[in-house]
């Protein structure tokens, strides 16, 4: 049994912001939030952890290197970025490269990481349209294979949480139906659907759609495709990237008016996030990175070097809201759409306790993760008593 308390200047809870409040944590959990009665003796704000949903690597780690220390690299360093849990995300390479990367993440689930937690893999390609291949290599690209995805899933034996695919393809519609009847949660991407075949693939059970804007069927008033189903159809979980290059801000700014709570801040992060510019690889294909963008050689944008942190700030700038409604956007509702908000996204009892620290000026200065401090900056150390 191991207790715990953090006081801090100001606690984010469901119910708005405490002042001078004390949480105690019992066994990596929450069991108490309530006023102190002595001053606080530091300026520290509590939120809940962040949750990246979508996120392929760092610091020249990537989820498809399949070792458990490329998943380390990522979870250490997403911890001091704010972030408690993430989906680790795979994207189109060989059939045995996907198979060799599920497994280690159902590996390292049960080894553990230093930093954020594993939720589980989220399968990026090969279901996808060739026509909005984005950074996945078309000759790998195919139509969903049901014996496939079943083997898949057998591999990672209960971690593979998401898959992604375009449902244009005749094998679609069934697969999203017997997916949704297993519990997995289907997002749709790289696709070139029409409105009407989105809205049907939503209505057999897809959540919702991968990077909102990017990789998909654009919105034109005669012809809705993907993005106007995302932004009309109440319910569907909606992606987004918000570092200012992959979607303009008004962009942004329309997204968060049409999906409310639904949408979803991710990072789509790569290797080449936290590292200098230069020559990376996505997958199997080369790419290039100068002043944060990274694009494949024939120009498409190549996922992102974005942080959930600094898509909060963004998001908060881009539509005015409040940074805390915008911490939201990658707090609760991302734990919502993956269904384990009974566990991750708030600050209230009995949830586990995930949580970030931010000094006045809202950056991260520690991060906790099941109740253990996994990130502390020297500033946090000297500060916090
Ligand atoms: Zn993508």
Redesign the pocket.
């Known amino acids: 049994m191991e207790f715990k308390q953090i006081h801090a200047k100001q606690v984010f809870t469901p119910v708005g912001w405490l002042d001078n409040a004390i949480v105690d944590i019992k066994d990596g959990k929450i069991i108490d939030i309530k006023p102190s009665d002595t001053p606080c003796p530091n300026q520290f704000k509590l939120m809940p952890a962040l949750i990246d949903t979508?996120i392929h690597g760092v610091m020249g780690a990537d989820t498809m290197d399949a070792t458990h220390q490329s998943l380390n690299t990522i979870s250490s360093f997403l911890a001091g970025h704010g972030v408690g849990a993430f989906l680790a995300t795979t994207?189109t390479e060989s059939h045995e490269k996907i198979e060799a990367a599920l497994v280690q993440v159902k590996e390292s689930i049960k080894q553990g990481v230093a930093g954020a937690t594993i939720l589980g893999s989220y399968l990026?390609?090969p279901f996808f349209n060739a026509v909005h291949k984005?950074?996945?290599p078309e000759e790998l690209l195919q139509a969903p294979d049901r014996e496939l995805i079943e083997k898949w899933l057998k591999l990672a034996d209960g971690t593979l949480k998401c898959i992604?695919l375009a449902p244009e393809y005749p094998s679609a519609l069934p697969i999203i139906k017997w997916l949704c009847s297993q519990n997995i949660r289907v997002m749709i991407?790289?696709t070139n659907a029409d409105y009407e075949t989105t809205k049907a693939a939503l209505l057999a059970g897809a959540s919702g759609v991968?990077?909102c804007y990017?990789?998909m069927s654009g919105l034109h008033h005669r012809n809705p495709g993907v993005v106007g189903a995302a932004l009309s159809i109440d319910n569907c979980q909606t992606e987004i990237i918000v570092d200012g290059h992959h979607v303009h801000p008004a962009a942004v700014s329309i997204a968060h008016k049409c999906c409310g709570h639904n949408l979803l801040l991710i990072t789509?992060a790569m290797r080449a996030t936290g590292m200098p510019n230069g020559d990376y690889y996505l997958g199997q294909l080369p790419v290039h990175m100068e002043n944060d963008v990274v694009r494949t050689q024939d120009g498409s944008l190549a996922?992102s070097t974005l942080t959930l942190d600094r898509a909060v700030n963004n998001l908060a700038n881009f539509t005015r809201i409040t940074f805390e409604q915008a911490w939201l956007h990658g707090s609760h509702y991302p734990a919502k759409a993956l269904g384990i908000d009974n566990q991750l996204g708030t600050i209230a009892v009995n949830k586990v306790a995930n949580l970030v620290l931010l000094n006045e000026q809202n950056q991260v200065t520690a991060t906790m993760v099941n109740g253990n401090f996994v990130y502390q900056t020297e500033q946090f150390k000297s500060q916090y008593q």
């Open positions: 979508h994207v990026e390609g984005g950074a996945h992604a991407g790289h991968v990077h990017n990789g789509d996922g």
